[in-house]
């Protein structure tokens, strides 16, 4: 096995005996004892008697940058973006020129060593931990400090989305889930919008984002539901699942209950928020894929075209599979294909000889005003064939979504 001494030797020659003692001291780490890179490479100097060069062809002195000027340049972004964070991470950009003669040395003499950035980054976080009393975080952090060191150093500061779930209730018609781009001018404002850009004046995310934006400081919402209603449905019952990512919150310490009782005052009669938490990003993926046991139950006003046979009302009961071709109301949307979909059991109410009310359960995802009509035999079987008369649906409600 080769000694300690004889590959510093190999190194030196390598380069030209041009190593800087952060390269040299990374690059022994395996087999030098020290705090650090740094007191690594001091002490292999010191042994050997020999100076630490000027230059290093290794870095190109880049560590040189890690000076105080780089974090007052950090600090200064922090102060002027005025951001609440607890936890951070480093991120850094070098020339490539660099990473590519730190990896081949480290190849040519197989040496299993952090790569070059590893360092850079331990450096400046460790720096910025101790002067802020914040903490690096690896795998959730609130921030993300990027520092460009290919020139002058630059810095960059990006902020994580916050992420809020919950359940919402719509208690009137007319509303839909999220912000509608007017179909005039697709969103850019116009005569027919009063030049605000929707179609409709507000939405079930906008009602609940707006005093979180204005609570975090946030740049903008994103609305994550668990499926959604169509804008003439009511959402009642325990409310539909939804997630709601704020992106570049300047201030992540907010009172969700507080909040949740101002929103809710605030929406009083039209929507309802509750179980507002903080919750991971992989919360907006969860409530998006259903469970095979996941269901939804849904109350509906059913208009027949003539009197119907109150006897083959039971025969509603014995719908199973469903054969759904996407409905021709939001082909231009989703893709034209058939999908099996199946109803758990169904009851009714008789309200008079063309006219009765349908409760529902279903498997998530299957169009209920389509089963009720029949979307022109794209819908089978369906209400209107079991009863032999042409129906329609009249009102919609959710009753229930299960969690997933």
Not at 97 to 105: M, S, Y
Not at 249 to 265: M, S, V, W
Not at 358 to 372: P, R, S, W
Request: with cysteine; glycine share 6%.
């Amino acid at each position: 096995m080769i000694s300690m001494y004889d590959l510093v030797k190999k190194i030196l020659k390598e380069t030209n005996g041009q190593i800087c003692k952060h390269c040299l001291g990374r690059k022994l780490s395996h087999i030098v004892e020290g705090r650090d890179n740094i007191n690594r490479g001091e002490k292999i100097f010191e042994d050997l008697e020999i100076p630490e060069p000027e230059n290093c062809v290794v870095c190109g002195n880049i560590f040189d940058k890690i000076n105080d000027d780089l974090f007052k340049k950090i600090y200064d972004k922090i102060d002027f973006l005025n951001v609440e964070f607890d936890t951070f991470l480093v991120g850094s950009r070098i020339d490539k020129q660099i990473k590519t003669w730190d990896d081949e040395l480290s190849e040519k003499f197989d040496l299993d060593v952090e790569p070059i950035k590893k360092e850079l980054n331990r450096i400046i976080g460790r720096e910025i931990e101790n002067t802020l009393e914040k903490e690096v975080e690896f795998e959730k952090q609130d921030i993300v400090i990027n520092v460009d060191l290919r020139k002058e150093p630059k810095v960059r500061i990006e902020i994580n989305p916050l992420f809020i779930e919950g359940k919402y209730n719509k208690l009137v018609r007319g509303i839909p889930q999220t912000k509608w781009p007017c179909g005039k001018c697709k969103g850019k404002g116009c005569e027919e919008c009063n030049f605000t850009g929707k179609q409709y004046r507000e939405s079930v995310e906008e009602l609940l984002s707006e005093p979180i934006l204005e609570a975090t400081n946030g740049w903008q919402a994103k609305f994550h539901g668990a499926g959604r209603e169509d804008i003439d449905v009511l959402m009642l019952g325990s409310g539909r699942p939804f997630v709601l990512e704020i992106k570049e919150p300047k201030i992540r310490k907010i009172n969700l209950d507080a909040l949740e009782e101002k929103i809710n005052k605030m929406t009083e009669g039209k929507t309802s928020y509750h179980n507002l938490k903080f919750c991971e990003r992989n919360r907006k993926a969860e409530i998006k894929v259903s469970s095979s046991d996941a269901y939804k139950i849904y109350k509906a006003l059913v208009k027949c075209d003539k009197p119907y046979d109150k006897d083959k009302l039971a025969s509603l009961n014995n719908l199973d599979e469903i054969h759904q071709q996407t409905p021709l109301r939001v082909l231009h949307r989703r893709a034209d294909k058939v999908r099996i979909k199946h109803v758990h059991n169904v009851s009714c109410e008789i309200i008079d000889d063309t006219t009765f009310e349908m409760t529902v359960k279903t498997e998530g995802g299957l169009y209920i005003k389509e089963l009720i009509s029949g979307d022109e035999d794209r819908t089978k079987p369906n209400v209107g064939e079991v009863l032999g008369v042409k129906s329609i649906c009249e009102q919609l409600d959710v009753v229930e979504v299960s969690e997933k």
